[in-house]
Nanobody
Framework: VQLVESGGGLVQPGGSLRLSCAASGFTFSSYGMRWYRQAPGRERELVATINSAGGNTVYANAVKGRFTIARDNAKNTVHLQMNSLKPEDTAVYYC?????????WGQGTQVTVSS
């Protein structure tokens, strides 16, 4: 099982980034997918979630209206489009796959929002 995040980097406030998570080794279309983030000195927090079919999404209040989660079950990928980025969005972003008792994590990708 592998979840590999990409797309992180340094961006100025107000800018955009698109994170991607490539999944392999499990039946991706059966799993709900989530993006979490963890800033230095803070607990990991849930950012966005999407159900297995992609029809239902939920966002943390802090990112609602700025971030969009989407998935492509044909390509076993999930994305997080992040717009209007703020310094407080700086964190390591993690991809998570979950189904019943199964729970998989990626290694994370750093997002830094700074001028």
């Amino acid at each position: 099982v592998q979840l590999v995040e990409s797309g992180g980097g340094l961006v100025q406030p107000g800018g955009s980034l698109r994170l991607s998570c490539a999944a392999s080794g499990f039946t991706f279309s059966s799993y709900g997918m989530r993006w979490y983030r963890q800033a230095p000195g803070r607990e990991r927090e849930l950012v966005a979630t999407i159900n297995s079919a992609g029809g239902n999404t939920v966002y943390a209040n802090a990112v609602k209206g700025r971030f969009t989660i989407a998935r492509d079950n044909a390509k076993n990928t999930v994305h997080l489009q992040m717009n209007s980025l703020k310094p407080e969005d700086t964190a390591v972003y993690y991809c998570n796959a979950h189904w019943l008792l199964y729970d998989y994590w990626g290694q994370g990708t750093q997002v830094t929002v700074s001028s």
